[in-house]
């Protein structure tokens, strides 16, 4: 006769009945791909205001967990619905999934990946979205304030300065708020950021292609300059993707692939609804890493 421990370690094990649909939509999507797939959700859509929504550093455990168990041979199909966060987390995060497999690696955009994740989507070798899901831009942010925002106002205070002194007294109580390093801080930023993703886009989404340069350059004026995306929660549409030359196809052109993807996303959408998760990272076997207010929870189906 199992103990009570036993016994509850068992219904820990077989989840809720949110993680029992959602686990089966998951294998469903493996058996139509043929490809390991891990999903990577925030529930920031309907927990705004909770801090373990953003990504950080933390998730690379979960990812750990995800993927010691895979057939890294078969490649990665990684389901991303994020705000954005951390962005060291990032490039730390992408580096292990290079590390892990390669270049075989697609990015599927059910509805939104923001920021960070659209970091993590031009990390990959493709990128998959519908005529509804939206990248955004990579511009860096400090304390949710754009860095290419704070050096523009900061210029321009300088050139109003020069042009009129009397125009020291509109800007000076604004400056005087700036700590000491922020703009060299912002500068500085920016250029990780850039670098990231320059790096990443030339060795792998446009590894083969002879003016891959030039294009992952155009990719990060557009996604990156605040000046053009106005703001940083603006969302990108597929066809604004294409344009900019980034390798994306569109979810609708197989139905039985886009059917077998969304059943995915609703039925996490629904996990974040009715339970306290934040964040949940998974694969197709059942290994989950779920974040909720307080801490995180690790469950792992029995083989």
Request: include cysteine; proline fraction near 4%.
């Amino acid at each position: 006769m199992p103990t009570w421990n036993e016994i509850l370690s068992e219904v820990a094990t077989a989840g809720s009945t949110f993680d029992v649909i959602r686990r089966r939509y998951l294998k469903q999507l493996h058996e139509v791909t043929g490809r390991n797939v891990i999903i990577y959700y925030s529930g920031w859509l309907q927990k705004p205001d909770n801090p373990t929504a953003i990504l950080g550093e933390t998730d690379k455990n979960g990812f750990m967990a995800a993927i010691h168990s895979l057939d890294r041979t078969k490649g990665l199909d990684l389901l991303l619905h994020t705000p954005g966060g951390d962005v060291a987390a990032t490039e730390s995060l992408v580096f292990y999934l290079h590390e892990m497999f390669g270049g075989n690696i697609r990015a599927i955009i059910p509805q939104i990946a923001m920021s960070a994740g659209t970091m993590i989507a031009l990390a990959c070798k493709q990128i998959v979205m519908g005529k509804h899901s939206s990248l955004g831009p990579i511009d860096p942010q400090f304390n949710g304030l754009s860095a290419h925002g704070i050096l523009e106002e900061f210029k321009r205070a300088h050139k109003e300065f020069q042009d009129d002194n009397s125009r020291g007294f509109v800007w000076q109580p604004i400056i005087s708020k700036y700590h000491p390093t922020l703009i060299g801080d912002c500068e500085k930023a920016i250029r990780w950021a850039e670098e990231m993703v320059f790096h990443w886009l030339t060795s792998c989404m446009f590894a083969d292609k002879v003016d891959k340069v030039e294009r992952a350059n155009q990719v990060i004026k557009e996604l990156g300059d605040h000046a053009l995306t106005k703001a940083h929660n603006r969302r990108i549409s597929v066809e604004r993707v294409k344009e900019l030359g980034i390798n994306v196809s569109p979810l609708e052109e197989d139905q039985t692939f886009q059917e077998a993807v969304m059943s995915v996303h609703h039925a996490c959408m629904l996990t974040f609804d009715r339970t306290p998760a934040t964040k949940i990272v998974e694969n197709h076997i059942g290994i989950a890493y779920v974040s909720i207010s307080g801490g995180q929870i690790l469950m792992e189906l029995p083989k």
